[in-house]
Structure formats: C-alpha cells, structure tokens
C-alpha cells in the first residue's frame, strides 16, 4: 500500500512539472523581442551605437492624438511585453496584492507637515486619505487663523496618467505664486503664475524649464532656469516679466561648459539674487541685487579648476566655505561689494579630520555642518560673543541635518533627525538655551518601540590601520 500511495505522489508530481514545463515553453515562444535598428551618434569624438534609439519619442509624438507609424510600433512593443510580463507573473497575483497592502497598510494616508514661517505666513502642505497628490497651504501671522489653500494638486492632476507639480515660488509681497508642472514624466517645467488674492492664474505661461523660479524684489520680475529639450541639461537663466510672452524674456546668463549644472536662487538676507553654477570639482557664483533685476550680474570670484565653494549673505559680508588651499573646507568671509578671492580672509581653519559641509546664517548665530568619524555635527557659533557648542542628540549612532530655516532674525533652528532606530523626526532648537522641542515624528503604523532596541558606534581597525566605522542596531533582552 505504501509503494501504491509512493507510486500516485511520484507520478502527481511528474505530471505537474510536465504541465509547468509545457506552460513556460508556450510563454517563451511567444516572448518579444524589440527589433534591433543601429544608430549611430558620435559624442566627444567616440561613436556610440544604440539599437533601440527607434524607440526614442518626440514630445510632440507623445502628445499626438492619433500615434504616427513610429508612436505605434513602440506602443505595441510596449503591449507586447506588457502581456508578456502579466502571463509570467500571474500566480504570483495573490503575491503581489498581499505585498503590495503591506507597504501601504505602513503609509499614513492623511498627514501634515509640520508648519514654517515666512514673511508673516506660516506654511505647510497636507494629504488627504485616498487622495494621490499633496496639498499646500498657508495661514496668515497665526496657525489660529483661516487656512488659505494655494494650490490643491488632486485637481490640476485630474485627466492626466502622469502629472507632477513643483518650484512653488512666493512673490515678496505674498499676493503671487510660481509654480511649474510636467506631464510627460520628462521633468521639462511650464512654469505658471498664480493671483493668491483672486485665484486667477495669469495669462504668464513659460516652457522648457528647470522648474523654479526666484522673484526679484520688484514683484513684477523672476528668473528661472531654461532646460534644453534634448539633452536635458540646463544651459540658461532668463528673466521674465509679468503680463509678457515669453519671446521677450531677457536671457541674463548662458552656461557653455555642459559638464556644469547652473541654478537661480535668492539669498536669505533677501538683498541678491544669485546664480550658481557647479560641477563635479568645481563651482562658482553670478550675483545681483534683488532691488535691480534688471541690472548685470557679476562675477563672484572666477571659475577655477578643482576649486569648490558655497556662499552665503550675511548684512554686509558673505561667507564663503571653499576647498582653496583647504581639502576638507575651511569658511571664510569677504565684504559684499569686494567678493574676488583677494578679499576673502579665514573664519575657521582647515581641519585634518573634520569636513565642513554647509552653513545656516543667523542674526545673532552661525550653525555649521560638519562630519567627523563619519557622522553629521551641527555646531552652533554665537556671533556676538564668539561662543560655541555642539548639539547633543542623545545617540552614538544618527543623521541630523538643518531643515527650513527662512527666517533671519530668529533664534531658533528647525532640524531633522533619524537613527537606526528611531523614525525621522522634526525638531526645532533653542540656540540661546539649547533646549530641543519635537514637533513631529513619522508614525509607523503597525507599532514600532525604539525603546526595545540598542543602537552602537564600533570601529573595526584595517590592515592599513585605519578605523572603519560600524553601525549597529540589536534588540535589548
């Protein structure tokens, strides 16, 4: 009886595998396969050969109603592989539909970010359960106020299959927004304009852009960075003025080194509008003052091989954090009408063991980010009495970096923080106290104690002798 029963398993077994086997060879047969069209293109004096650049589709392709002999090939290449992947992976449906509630069922579907002030409105964005696209809102002097709502991205995203909205950009004057979307997954902006007061969005409509814009003080006047269609690189920065077309705009800088990524911004202090540009050694800076949009930007101090700084507006001077003569970066400050590198004198010298990544300007402090050992140290320096510390975060393992800090004239620093096992948390600091307040921490549903784990800092010395960094994390008990 045992050798029947033996017999009857084996032979369920074969007759299973034939059935798989024969089932996979139906799907293989049919597998497709993209017909192979050399093209070839020579960049930097190499030839490069692309099989497939057939498959390479026009905006204007992609937008056409009715797809040309070239749209349908792709799109049925597309099907093809499409059912392909859906006949192979079908019993894995249950699969995919339980790991796939999983993930979500961690998601909090209605959140909020945790408000900031600017410029007398405090800011903050929102979701709601069952809604794909983010919220943003505002609220004037008090969070007890009435919510202003600027832009609810659910509707602008409404008859779209991809639509991403960014670069939302306040006028000084609070009564104008910027904002720019794409909807081709292309990351090519429009920017649009936005009346805050009557709702009205402005006839203003700029295209092929970065997606950012950066008000001068005039209200009337931004800039914004163009991006080539093709390429996708961005290669200028034009000013436009409202109620304008975008044929009259005014091209204020041209980047013709395509191995540099340039950008517009406006500094905290509010008095420049600045253009950067950077690469992968080197950098520098175009300034204007913001009261002037349609004056001549100026060069910073010139563009240098393998010299990389940052710089930042401070009442009459900027400070500069820069590699010159300085591997792990030292800062340095020069007088905002005298910025060439003659000018430039030492804040804090170059450290051997300490890197020196960015600064948050301040009325009264100076908050420098740096990394020793491998971890993120954020120093706090009083810039009336010269006085110093570090931030304690309370474990030997965590990142923390500066987050919002738009307003100038505060004394309190708005951070982040997150370690192996705790979420990541929103915080703002006392710089005169040192005292810290937790405004928000990602809830992780399901439940998660930080309490019930021990994270540590261990070193593991290398052949050469040099120290390794690990990062560990294990359950107490």
Same mark, same amino acid.
Not at 137 to 152: G, H, Q, V
């Given at each position: 009886?045992?050798?029947?029963?033996?017999?009857?398993?084996?032979?369920?077994?074969?007759?299973?595998?034939?059935?798989?086997?024969?089932?996979?060879?139906?799907?293989?047969?049919? /597998?497709?396969?993209?017909?192979?069209?050399?093209?070839?293109?020579? %960049?930097?004096?190499?030839?490069?050969?692309?099989?497939?650049?057939?498959? *390479? @589709?026009?905006?204007?392709?992609?937008? #056409?109603?009715?797809?040309?002999?070239? /749209?349908?090939?792709?799109?049925?290449?597309?099907?093809?592989?499409?059912?392909?992947?859906?006949?192979?992976?079908?019993?894995?449906?249950?699969?995919?539909?339980?790991?796939?509630?999983? %993930?979500?069922?961690? =998601?909090?579907?209605?959140? +909020?970010?945790?408000?900031?002030?600017?410029?007398?409105?405090?800011?903050?964005?929102?979701?709601?359960?069952?809604?794909?696209?983010?919220?943003?809102?505002?609220?004037?002097?008090?969070?007890?106020?009435?919510? &202003? =709502?600027?832009?609810?991205?659910?509707?602008?995203?409404?008859?779209?299959?991809?639509?991403?909205?960014?670069?939302?950009?306040?006028?000084?004057?609070?009564?104008?927004?910027?904002?720019?979307?794409?909807?081709?997954?292309?990351?090519?902006? /429009?920017?649009?304009?936005?009346?805050?007061?009557?709702? &009205? %969005?402005?006839?203003?409509?700029?295209?092929?852009?970065?997606?950012?814009?950066?008000?001068?003080?005039?209200?009337?006047?931004?800039?914004?960075?163009?991006?080539?269609?093709? /390429?996708?690189?961005?290669?200028?920065?034009?000013?436009?003025?409202?109620?304008?077309?975008?044929?009259?705009?005014? *091209?204020?800088?041209? +980047?013709?080194?395509?191995?540099?990524?340039?950008?517009?911004?406006?500094?905290?202090?509010?008095?420049?509008?600045?253009?950067?540009?950077?690469?992968? @050694?080197?950098?520098?800076?175009?300034?204007?003052? #913001?009261?002037?949009?349609?004056?001549?930007?100026?060069?910073?101090?010139?563009?240098?091989?393998?010299?990389?700084?940052?710089?930042?507006?401070?009442?009459?001077?900027?400070?500069? %954090?820069?590699?010159?003569?300085?591997?792990?970066?030292?800062?340095?400050?020069?007088?905002?009408? #005298?910025?060439?590198?003659?000018?430039?004198?030492?804040?804090? #010298?170059?450290?051997?063991?300490?890197?020196?990544? &960015? =600064?948050?300007?301040?009325?009264?402090?100076?908050?420098?980010?740096?990394?020793? +050992?491998?971890?993120?140290?954020?120093?706090?320096?009083?810039?009336?009495?010269?006085?110093?510390?570090?931030?304690?975060?309370?474990?030997?393992?965590?990142?923390?970096?500066?987050?919002?800090?738009?307003?100038?004239?505060?004394?309190?620093?708005?951070?982040?923080?997150?370690?192996?096992?705790?979420?990541?948390?929103?915080?703002?600091?006392?710089?005169?106290?040192?005292?810290?307040?937790?405004?928000?921490?990602?809830?992780?549903?399901?439940?998660?104690?930080?309490?019930?784990?021990?994270? +540590? *800092?261990?070193?593991?010395?290398?052949?050469?002798?040099?120290?390794?960094?690990?990062?560990?994390?294990?359950?107490?008990?």
């Amino acid at each position: 009886m045992n050798r029947n029963f033996l017999f009857f398993v084996i032979l369920g077994i074969a007759v299973t595998m034939m059935a798989i086997n024969r089932l996979t060879k139906e799907i293989e047969m049919t /597998t497709p396969v993209a017909e192979k069209i050399p093209h070839k293109t020579t %960049i930097h004096g190499y030839d490069r050969v692309d099989n497939y650049h057939w498959m *390479r @589709l026009t905006d204007k392709q992609k937008l #056409a109603k009715n797809p040309d002999a070239q /749209t349908q090939k792709v799109l049925d290449n597309l099907k093809a592989e499409n059912t392909y992947k859906e006949a192979r992976l079908k019993h894995t449906e249950q699969f995919q539909e339980k790991l796939f509630d999983e %993930i979500v069922g961690r =998601i909090k579907k209605d959140d +909020e970010s945790v408000p900031y002030l600017h410029n007398g409105y405090w800011y903050y964005t929102r979701f709601e359960k069952d809604k794909e696209y983010p919220i943003y809102c505002r609220k004037k002097e008090s969070l007890d106020n009435a919510e &202003e =709502i600027m832009i609810n991205v659910n509707e602008w995203a409404e008859g779209y299959d991809y639509f991403s909205l960014t670069g939302l950009s306040v006028s000084p004057n609070n009564r104008l927004l910027a904002f720019s979307i794409d909807t081709l997954s292309r990351r090519i902006y /429009t920017i649009k304009v936005k009346n805050l007061k009557t709702g &009205e %969005i402005l006839s203003d409509e700029i295209i092929s852009t970065e997606g950012g814009t950066t008000w001068a003080n005039d209200n009337q006047t931004f800039f914004y960075t163009t991006k080539n269609e093709v /390429t996708l690189l961005s290669e200028h920065i034009d000013r436009h003025k409202l109620g304008t077309s975008q044929s009259k705009d005014v *091209r204020v800088y041209t +980047e013709k080194d395509n191995s540099f990524y340039i950008g517009v911004y406006r500094s905290k202090s509010d008095k420049y509008i600045i253009i950067y540009n950077s690469s992968t @050694l080197s950098s520098d800076y175009h300034v204007l003052n #913001a009261d002037n949009p349609e004056g001549k930007f100026h060069s910073f101090s010139p563009r240098e091989k393998k010299h990389e700084y940052s710089i930042e507006h401070y009442k009459d001077k900027f400070y500069i %954090i820069t590699n010159w003569n300085a591997t792990n970066f030292r800062l340095m400050e020069t007088p905002d009408d #005298a910025t060439s590198k003659e000018n430039w004198t030492e804040v804090m #010298a170059h450290r051997d063991d300490v890197l020196l990544s &960015e =600064i948050d300007v301040f009325e009264n402090h100076l908050v420098i980010s740096e990394r020793k +050992e491998g971890l993120r140290q954020l120093r706090i320096i009083d810039q009336q009495s010269g006085s110093e510390h570090y931030m304690d975060f309370g474990e030997d393992v965590y990142a923390a970096y500066t987050l919002t800090n738009l307003n100038f004239d505060t004394n309190i620093l708005r951070y982040g923080f997150t370690s192996l096992k705790t979420p990541f948390s929103t915080n703002d600091y006392n710089l005169d106290t040192r005292e810290s307040t937790l405004l928000k921490q990602t809830v992780v549903v399901g439940g998660h104690n930080p309490d019930a784990y021990k994270t +540590e *800092r261990l070193y593991a010395t290398a052949r050469d002798g040099k120290k390794v960094p690990i990062s560990i994390i294990y359950k107490k008990g």
